[in-house]
């Protein structure tokens, strides 16, 4: 039998040389590196009929000894793996290329774009070991996205009907429904800001990554508002601002828990994310500016009953107001309304920069 050259087609990698070689039902395959030269050599069905064919190829730079090669019906894939990761100017020693070579546009890519490929596969592994370190190290993983689901779900579904219940009430009873909010919606309210303790325990003990003070001042400022002046000033109950107040809390908490809800099983909604880092713009200063309104009301009631007065022996005057301690309050709203707008702008910049990054 004539022994003829296949038509071979090449690419590169900067780890791999990759061969097509065109020749079906290929059988006595005998596929070698030596002395930095393949050698190929093989029966089958080429562009000239049933043959037996071979080509040889020195290599342009060191490869490794190890040939691995697949064969399918209509042609034999042989890779060989490069002594060095480095981009090739050309295949062959010789600069002329050998006439039965040509580059395989299938598979072809520049420096560039191997480059980019290398990189998005390096970066593919990274994120899987990240992920397996992550299941592997944490085995209550499950268990602590199951718990801050609930807790989150309880949250909204406590604020939703406080919403709820305060639009439908408005809608009916007009400017009326503003008097008698807290005797409706209170005890809801005191349900979910007590809960809601458990915002700064999660990043105490590490269950969510954010810091512990912003937290703090947003639970604590509430709760002060909630428990100390409108729960223990019964003058105060039946004020609009109450109306204010507890409207404000509850239109940021409708989008935030369902937001931490999709979190927790690894979801993000566009729109609601962009109202979770967005509608707190207007109505946090709305709401501190509502909250230091009743402060503001409840200064000469505190005055008045001497509720929390401490009694101070009588050089020093009758008692320590708790107004004075409140006045000192008002001024630390203002302090921890700084810091949590800072807070949530960076964690807004945070959240919309990776997103921008994902979606490129
Ligand atoms: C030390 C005591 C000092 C006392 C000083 C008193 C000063 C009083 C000042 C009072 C001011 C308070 C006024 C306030 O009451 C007025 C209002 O509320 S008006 C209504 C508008 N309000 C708001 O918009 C604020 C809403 N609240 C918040 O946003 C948070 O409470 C806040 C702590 C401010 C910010 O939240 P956080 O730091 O957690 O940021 P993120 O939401 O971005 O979350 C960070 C990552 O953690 C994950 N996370 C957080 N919580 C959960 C959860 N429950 N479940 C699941 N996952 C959670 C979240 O997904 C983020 O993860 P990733 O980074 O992967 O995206």
Redesign the pocket.
Known sequence: MQTLTPHVYWAQRHADIYLRVELSDAKDLEICVQNNTLQFKAQGHGAKGDHDYEFSLDFLEPVKPEVSHRSTQRLVNVTVRKQEQRWWDRLTLQERKPLFLAPDFDRWLDESDAEMELQAKEEEKINKVSIESRIRKDPYLGLKKGY??M??LV?FLGFSWIFVNMTVRLFILGQDSFYDTFHTIADMMYFCQMMAV??VM??LVG?????V??????????N??LFVIFGSLEEMQNKAVVFFVFY??S???IF??P???L??IDTDWKLLTWL??S??MP??P???L??AIAVIQSLPIFDETRLYSIPLPTVLGSSFSFSFTLKI?LA??F???FI?FR??FR?RR??MR?RKRKNN
């Open positions: 801050l689901f807790y989150n949250q458990a915002e999660n990043p269950l969510v990554k954010t810091g003070f912003p937290a703090m001042i947003q639970v604590v400022g509430r002060v508002i404000l809390w239109t940021i908490e935030r828990y937001f931490y809800m979190a927790c979770r880092y509608i707190w109505l946090y709305l709401g501190v509502a909250e309050y630390l709203m302090l921890g309304l949590n807070h949530l964690q945070r959240r990776s």
